[in-house]
């Protein structure tokens, strides 16, 4: 009515609801279209998940979210996460509860208990579909801090205790109660048990509280969840043929790569993998040029007065491997932004000069725990290929196009498909608001001109600028993350870095931190499983595989290799006095992109029989031409 105040609420398509009183997430659900409110399963209130049942009172952002949506199917999971916690004190009373959230892969609980079995596994989960099939409603309340003890030392929950007395004075203390069970917890949550239509409970492993080896170590159940069963069958697909692509096996089978105990976290490239790598870091090379970068390197060790110019000794320490020379603390580099820094500054700069692109391909070391390594993907020491720019504000924008354009040049040629997100000032930031609102628009005009598609993450910058991300899509589904381009205020104030202007004043460059692959090394690892090992010609360590048939054709096939060595291939000769047949499947194992098969008809003719990896026998061809046409896909880096 006339008069009186109105709420507003602003939806996800930019439309606005007018209310006149306080409105339930779920009943504006119902107001939008009741299609919506039956998909629905939380709301996002300004940037935070809610129930669909929260109370909202006043202007604000919401959007609606459903099994469409990441969020949403966290919500899922971490009820799923409760449901299994109430199934397991059901069945084991003793059990006390830790901590349960969801996470990527679907969620988790620990539980102060003896380790369970398979068996164990699957009456929990058998108890957890008594529990969806009841329907149980979850019903959300807030206690204060005095109550909220008293009521887990009720339920002789020491671990939740132990949480309610760290939560900072001012917090909201919240419970979920679903049947006969309660439980801290900050939510949200769907509104029954049984909106969980699909399942399944995948592995136990050992935890510590608090994820400290110091205190008592606890048994985490892990478990995934979806809303339609489709969805869960086709993600366990999806595991199986991760499993057939698990880098770790394939570089070990295919003498890529070795993980060893003398260094645990410092792989080491095999002959085979040095192809791989260099060949990467030539094509690098080759497009940095032909986009005017330079190429610079830096110290791998540097004083400790460098690394607290950069903030690093004060923020990062804990990350970096540090030593003494000549009584003098330093450190080795876990990032090479620092050392780029002092090149820039070895002499004066004018506006003339920028932009400058300096690029870098660093080997860098950072400590990461020893649970936390995993085979190429979580290292101690990989090589970045990290990039600079150096530039005047109005430069922002073509620079970062520059850069889109170059990233999704790189990531096209290997197939990946990818999402991009835009994230903006977190609160713990430095630098001013104008900085802040020119370079984040900057960077919206660059993803707006070239037309590409971005999520915003408000508030998901670094502390000393917004970024871009890069999300690449591997041939089986899964997502990396590997291009990022930030901007950055804080170090050029930090190094006291500066250009002349073209009014003839001294003015602070803005900085960009970029990299394409991201680490060398993970990158190769992620090309690894989404080729399952079947590099692209240009790629594989092994080009050709030359077999003769019998010791008669051993001359011809030497002069083959000799000749294919010649026009810059990778050839490999197998002359062992085995059948033919065992030659040709240890090769397709090996997963070499050609096979020649020669024998004495060959050898007359002058000819090679051809076997195309997951093709077969594609017919004979002059060795000449089969030279041209290998180097002409070599060339043209063709895709496979």
């Not at 592995?203 to 608090?210: F, H, L, P, T, V």
């Not at 003494?324 to 004018?350: F, H, Q, T, W």
Request: glycine share 8%; net charge negative.
């Amino acid at each position: 009515m006339k008069g009186e105040k109105t709420m507003i609420i602003t939806l996800k398509d930019g439309s606005k609801k007018e209310y006149a009183e306080a409105k339930a997430v779920i009943d504006i659900a119902y107001d939008i279209s009741e299609g919506l409110a039956r998909a629905a399963c939380a709301g996002e209130v300004n940037g935070e998940v809610v129930d669909l049942r929260t109370v909202l009172d006043s202007d604000c952002e919401l959007n609606i979210l459903t099994a469409k949506d990441e969020k949403g199917l966290a919500v899922l999971r971490h009820t799923a996460s409760h449901v299994m916690a109430q199934a397991v004190q059901n069945l084991y009373p003793e059990a006390k509860v830790a901590i349960g959230p969801s996470i990527d892969t679907g969620f988790y609980y620990d539980f102060d208990h003896e380790p369970f079995s398979r068996e164990d596994l699957d009456a929990i989960e058998k108890e957890m579909k008594k529990i969806i099939k009841a329907d149980l409603a979850i019903e959300r309340f807030e206690l204060s801090r005095e109550d909220a003890v008293a009521l887990m030392k009720k339920y002789k929950e020491p671990y939740k205790v132990q949480l309610i007395k760290e939560l900072p004075e001012d917090s909201v203390i919240s419970f979920y109660k679903q049947g006969d069970f309660t439980d801290l917890c900050r939510g949200p949550h769907l509104p029954s048990t049984g909106l969980i239509k699909a399942f399944k409970l995948t592995s136990i492993a050992g935890a510590y509280w608090r994820g400290n080896e110091k205190n008592k170590m606890l048994t985490r159940i892990y478990g995934t969840a979806f809303f339609k069963k489709a969805d869960m069958e086709a993600y366990f697909t999806m595991l199986e043929e991760a499993k057939k692509r698990d880098h770790v096996k394939l570089g070990k089978e295919l003498k890529l790569f070795a993980l060893l105990n003398e260094g645990k976290g410092f792989p080491f490239f095999l002959p085979n993998g040095m192809v791989v790598k260099n060949a990467l870091i030539d094509y690098w090379r080759k497009i940095h040029r032909r986009e005017g970068y330079v190429e610079v390197s830096t110290p791998i060790m540097l004083s400790r007065s460098l690394w607290e110019t950069s903030g690093h000794w004060d923020h990062y320490k804990e990350n970096m491997y540090t030593t003494k020379v000549d009584d003098e603390d330093y450190a080795i580099k876990p990032m090479n932004c620092p050392g780029g820094m002092l090149i820039y500054k070895l002499e004066p700069r004018s506006y003339k000069d920028l932009p400058m692109r300096i690029g870098e391909l660093g080997l860098v070391h950072r400590h990461e725990r020893s649970g936390q390594l995993h085979g190429l993907m979580r290292v101690r020491c990989f090589t970045q290929d990290d990039a600079h720019i150096y530039m005047t504000p109005e430069q922002i924008t073509p620079e970062i196009k520059g850069v889109v354009r170059l990233i999704d040049e790189v990531y096209s040629l290997f197939g990946f498909k990818y999402h991009v997100e835009l994230s903006t000032r977190p609160d713990n930031s430095i630098g001013s608001e104008e900085d802040w609102e020119h370079a984040t628009d900057a960077l919206r005009e660059a993803l707006d001109e070239l037309k590409l598609p971005y999520v915003v993450n408000e508030g998901d910058g670094a502390f000393y600028g917004p970024k871009i991300d890069f999300h690449l899509t591997d041939s089986i589904g899964r997502t990396w993350q590997c291009g990022t381009i930030q901007l950055d205020f804080q170090l050029p104030q930090r190094f006291n870095a500066e250009y002349v202007g073209e009014d003839g004043e001294k003015h602070r460059p803005i900085m960009i931190h970029r990299v394409v692959f991201g680490s060398i090394e993970r990158f190769i690892g992620i090309l690894i499983e989404h080729f399952e090992g079947k590099f692209p010609l240009w790629l594989a360590p092994v080009q050709v595989k030359i077999m003769d048939v019998s010791e008669k054709s051993e001359a011809y096939c030497k002069e083959v290799y000799n000749k294919l060595f010649e026009a810059g291939l990778r050839p490999e000769s197998d002359l062992r006095p085995e059948k033919i047949g065992k030659k040709i499947r240890e090769a397709e194992l090996e997963k070499v992109p050609y096979m020649l098969v020669i024998g004495e008809k060959e050898a007359e003719s002058g000819e090679v029989a051809i076997r195309k990896r997951g093709v077969g026998d594609i017919g004979k061809m002059k060795l000449e031409d089969f030279a041209e046409l290998c180097k002409k896909q070599v060339e043209t880096m063709e895709k496979w």
